[in-house]
């Protein structure tokens, strides 16, 4: 009778042998990855300081043909996230983001308010957290195309309130309990300002590389495909507002984008909206 029964305890020192080498290399990567595992947040508005990196193809005028390369100067910029929440196929998939004293953007986000759904981010059982950029004015004067400006948000619907549309965007949980790390991408819905005209860029999918916190403050970000510039004019005849219209001729296509974020601002929800709002209004409007 004493074979089995050493045979279980030899089995049983075995496993647990195993249990302590894996719990311990379990210890050791937390102590490595420090605070980069942790829980998402509550509801909150971020307020941080981010810029464009641009490579442009120009398809028509006099500059036809011509590709430039450019960087802009840091903007401020403030983005509205949900409470994290599981993702469920099917489900109700609607939810609130605060909204701060002054801002008129959608305060819910629902599944059908994304323009496009990458691969990755929808998926069922995963903690999520949905967001809403509230706003950004960007600007530069470039030696060759003049001044340019980029918006989104809030600016973008008081001064183009008949193509508005939210920029959005969703940060899943890479690990199966939630929180961080996790992936990050927007769909931001922006217009160009330049003296050729204003253009739309739809961006499609603007994807960020693993992030640990809210904001993202380092993390790699680029375009996924070629994004077309189309002409607001022709995007108000053709009324296609969610999607890039295949009948518009583009007047230039982004070939390379990145829009990393540079540091946190020490403000945030209500004081740091007004804090870009005012800077917004002290540099002007050139919209309509």
């Keep these: 009778m004493s074979g089995p029964a050493e045979t279980g305890g030899e089995r049983y020192a075995e496993l647990h042998s195993r249990y302590q080498a894996l719990s311990e290399e379990h210890d050791?990567?937390?102590?490595?990855?420090?605070?980069?595992?942790?829980?998402?947040?509550?509801?909150?508005?971020?307020?941080?300081?981010?810029?464009?990196?641009?490579?442009?193809?120009?398809?028509?005028?006099?500059?036809?043909?011509?590709?430039?390369?450019?960087?802009?100067?840091p903007a401020t910029q403030t983005v509205s996230r949900s409470d994290p929440f599981v993702y469920r196929h099917g489900g109700r998939n609607e939810v609130e983001v605060p909204l701060?004293?002054?801002?008129?953007?959608?305060?819910?986000?629902r599944e059908d308010d994304f323009i496009t759904r990458p691969e990755g981010y929808f998926d069922a059982g995963r903690q999520v957290v949905w967001m809403q950029i509230l706003n950004l004015d960007a600007r530069m004067e470039h030696e060759e195309l003049?001044?340019?400006?980029i918006i989104l948000g809030e600016?973008?619907?008081?001064?183009?309130?008949?193509?508005?549309?939210?920029?959005?965007?969703?940060?899943?949980?890479?690990?199966?309990?939630?929180?961080?790390?996790?992936?990050?991408?927007?769909?931001?819905?922006?217009?160009?300002?330049?003296?050729?005209?204003?253009?739309?860029?739809?961006?499609?999918?603007?994807a960020y590389g693993r992030i640990t916190d809210f904001p993202?403050?380092?993390?790699?970000?680029?375009?996924?495909?070629?994004?077309?510039?189309?002409?607001?004019?022709?995007?108000?005849?053709?009324?296609?507002?969610?999607?890039?219209?295949?009948?518009?001729?583009?007047?230039?296509?982004?070939?390379?984008?990145?829009?990393?974020?540079d540091v946190p601002m020490q403000v945030s929800g209500t004081e740091a909206f007004q804090f870009v709002e005012k800077g917004i209004a002290a540099a002007g409007s050139t919209g309509g």
């Design 28 to 73: 050791e990567l937390v102590r490595q990855m420090g605070d980069q595992v942790k829980p998402f947040p509550d509801a909150g508005v971020d307020g941080f300081l981010s810029h464009f990196i641009i490579s442009l193809e120009i398809l028509q005028g006099d500059l036809a043909g011509r590709a430039i390369n450019f960087t802009m100067p």
């Design 100 to 109: 701060p004293e002054g801002c008129t953007l959608p305060s819910v986000i």
């Design 146 to 149: 003049g001044p340019i400006r």
């Design 155 to 206: 600016t973008l619907k008081r001064e183009y309130p008949d193509v508005f549309q939210p920029s959005l965007g969703i940060a899943q949980a890479l690990g199966r309990r939630g929180g961080f790390p996790s992936s990050l991408f927007f769909n931001p819905y922006a217009l160009i300002e330049t003296r050729f005209g204003v253009f739309r860029a739809i961006h499609g999918t603007l």
């Design 216 to 261: 993202p403050v380092g993390t790699p970000v680029s375009i996924r495909d070629c994004i077309p510039l189309e002409n607001v004019e022709d995007v108000r005849r053709s009324g296609s507002l969610r999607a890039a219209d295949e009948s518009i001729e583009p007047f230039a296509r982004l070939i390379a984008l990145s829009h990393p974020i």
